[in-house]
Nanobody
């Protein structure tokens, strides 16, 4: 059974940092593109970051580029999201996702498995 478990969320002041982790129980993790999305109540899921199977390619939207960094450790079946210079508007639930494809994906329908999410709250 595929499971994605996020951790590392919490409360931080504006300008601070958090690192999210996603532990994946996927047999094909090392060949899967991974991504992070976020979603506020009543809004569509928003793409945050993606990384290819090897970690050689990453992709970010302009809203987080230069502040967030996605990385992965295939030996540990874990993907990370380092978030720096956090802003109050980054306050939402963050989701980890795994794709059956090997290269970075920015659209939610390209992902096949999702975690339960972890709350990030940034105070002013």
């Amino acid at each position: 059974q595929v499971q994605l478990v996020e951790s590392g969320g919490g409360l931080v002041q504006a300008g601070g940092s958090l690192r999210l982790s996603c532990a994946a129980s996927i047999r094909t993790f090392s060949s899967s593109a991974m991504g992070w999305f976020r979603q506020a109540p009543g809004k569509e899921r928003e793409f945050v970051a993606a990384i290819s199977w090897s970690g050689g390619r990453t992709y970010y939207p302009d809203s987080v580029k230069g502040r967030f960094t996605i990385s992965r450790d295939n030996a540990k079946n874990t993907v990370y999201l380092q978030m720096n210079s956090l802003k109050p508007e980054d306050t939402v639930v963050y989701y980890c996702a795994a794709s059956k494809t090997s290269y970075s994906c920015s659209r939610s329908f390209e992902y096949d498995y999702w975690g339960q999410g972890t709350q990030v709250t940034v105070s002013p």
